[in-house]
């Protein structure tokens, strides 16, 4: 009651009490931050946080093409309904951007198109018959710096094209340009070139991720995109979000990553970490940027994830992922040797689509260095995210200037005073909902006999809980055994 006792001016005093107006567990709305390069061309200053609705923002803000506005592209190609923001970031001055070339040889024996796959975008060059080398490769170059999207721009010397990047840097050396790339995408007769896929190559220099996360300061983001997978800008973001995770700042949060390379190569990437905080999304032979297949997955993820946190992530569609050819793509043993090594899987399905196919963290071993499988899965990182997000607004909501007694104590029924009887009676009622609301946790006799809630022995003042939930598991593997009799 927050009306004096010492009136005595005549009125009918009435007061507002919110503590009960929310029931039911609470919404954690998820934001997420995308991090990357931007190019000269955008609007906005590097290192400042901007909230982005579409692509065409996106590309006014970074430059059509960089980096960080491709990101978006993918993003918002699979959700748009999680908020999220960009910081973007300059390339860095010693940078060297990547280049590859391609030569064109021969006359054209008719009009026909050249086509050319740039970043998983088709870029269909019209020529015409008798055009020669050198006039096929000028129009190619004139598509491809006509297209403000693509991650590239293109010169020509006497049929020799040369591509270079628009941002340096190492990733630079991922980006996939290719001729010939499919049954219906041959190249006109007469014409060749000297090679199916350029090769992007001596890309160097990534800016470094400390000026971004030093700009973040305590705001809360549940999912971060981060381009960039060196040793020294992995382990400034998996100390930060360790930090983040911790009981003191308790903003933890997800980082996505994208990798190539060959099976042996993304085993060994992978056992070079141990964090909860990141899973990495190999992405062999997928046409887009790592970066780019990085950001479809943790838009899908997070789109997944604010509905319901423990609901696992497989058969969830990557749009506008190309699906590598089939003679390139991984087979059920590379999947399961890369998930062992926290590398996380995708497949194609019979329609061509990309999609989700096991989402894991790159933690596998403990501070001693046994196996732990712990934080294997990213749902159960999300999954915790909520719970701990659920359990501090209830107490922080119903209770947030509450008393604090003993058990056993008569008092009055009018002031908001806490026992630790009364907070672990919260407690179950907040597994209740969790168990039977939202499908998160189970097996409540459990939590029951193992919680504990009690004044702290050094400070009057203090309350500890002791919650042991059982997470709800994921359906991912059936296995059954076929007694057929003759």
Known sequence: MSIPSNIRVPYFYVNF?????????????????????KLSTGTKEALKLNLVR?????????GAGSQIARMFEKW????????????????????????????????AASSSIFPLRVNGKRVNVGILADDNASAIADKIVTEVNANSLLPVTATNDAGVITFTAKNAGINGNDLDISVNFSDDAMLPDGVSTDVDNVEMEDGDGNPDITDIL???????????????????????????????????????????????????????????????????KHCQAIPESPEEFATAVCAQEASSSEVDPARPFQTLPLRGITAPDVIDRFNWQDNNSLLFSGISTFYVDNGNVVRIQR??????????????????????????????????????????????????????????????????????????????????????????????????????????????????NQFRVGAGTIQFLL
């Not at 579409?54 to 970074?62: G, L, Q, S, T």
């Not at 909520?386 to 119903?398: I, S």
């Open 359 to 472: 989402s894991i963290t790159m933690y596998s071993t403990n501070p001693m260095g046994a196996p732990d499988t712990a934080y294997l899965d990213t749902n159960t990182m999300v999954t915790l995210m909520y719970l701990r997000f659920d359990f501090r607004n209830t107490f922080l909501t119903k209770y947030p200037r509450a008393k604090l007694a003993n058990d056993g104590v008569r008092l009055p029924s009018n002031q908001q005073i806490l026992t630790p009887k009364f907070a672990k009676s919260e407690a179950i009622n907040i597994f209740k909902t969790w168990q039977e609301d939202l499908g998160l946790v189970e097996d409540i006799e459990q939590f029951k006999e193992d919680l504990v809630v009690e004044r702290d022995a050094s400070d009057p003042n203090r309350l500890n809980f002791l919650l042991s939930p059982n997470l709800i």
């Open 214 to 280: 030093d700009k973040l300061g305590d705001e809360w983001f549940h999912m971060f995109v981060c381009p960039w997978t060196d040793n020294a800008n992995l382990t400034a973001l998996e100390a930060e979000l360790d930090d983040r995770f911790g009981p003191i700042r308790m903003i933890d949060g997800i980082a996505y990553i994208g990798k190539r390379g060959s099976v042996g190569d993304l085993n060994t990437f992978g056992s070079t970490r141990n964090s909860p905080h990141v899973t990495c």
């Open 17 to 37: 009490d919110p503590t009960r107006a929310v029931s039911g567990p609470s919404l954690l709305k998820y934001k997420v931050l995308i991090m990357g390069q």
């Open 76 to 107: 918002f190609a699979n959700t748009n309904t999680v908020e999220v923001y960009g910081m973007s970031i300059v390339d860095l001055p010693a940078g060297v951007k990547s280049s590859g070339d391609l030569t064109v040889s021969g006359t």
């Open 54 to 62: 579409n692509p065409d923002e996106a590309n006014k803000f970074y």
